[in-house]
Nanobody, 117 residues
Framework: QVQLVESGGGLVQAGGSLRLSCAASGIIFNLNHMAWYRQTPGKQRELVARINTGYATNYADSVKGRFTISRDDAKNTVYLQMNSLKPEDTAIYVC???????????WGQGTQVTVFS
């Protein structure tokens, strides 16, 4: 059974930092591109950051220079370091795994991040 379990969300003042983690089980982690999305009410799910199996990364323009995605294949975990947080970063952050060479992807349940000014 595939599980993606996020942690590290919370309430933080604008300008602060949070580090999200997503622990994966039930998948061959190093054969999956990993990503963080975020969701707010009334809006489409937005790709925040992605890291592929070769450790190449890409980011939404809105978070470039502030957020850093990384992965530890030995721990089956992907991270999102979020610095200089803004109120508009408030959202549910959801972990995603996309299996390479297969039309298959998995989603976590999400973790709430709330940034207040």
């Amino acid at each position: 059974q595939v599980q993606l379990v996020e942690s590290g969300g919370g309430l933080v003042q604008a300008g602060g930092s949070l580090r999200l983690s997503c622990a994966a089980s039930g998948i061959i982690f190093n054969l999956n591109h990993m990503a963080w999305y975020r969701q707010t009410p009334g809006k489409q799910r937005e790709l925040v950051a992605r890291i592929n199996t070769g450790y190449a990364t890409n980011y939404a323009d809105s978070v470039k220079g502030r957020f850093t995605i990384s992965r530890d294949d030995a721990k089956n975990t992907v991270y999102l370091q979020m610095n200089s947080l803004k109120p508009e970063d408030t959202a549910i952050y959801v972990c995603n795994a996309q299996r390479i060479l297969m039309q298959r992807q998995y989603w976590g349940q999400g973790t709430q991040v709330t940034v207040f000014s």
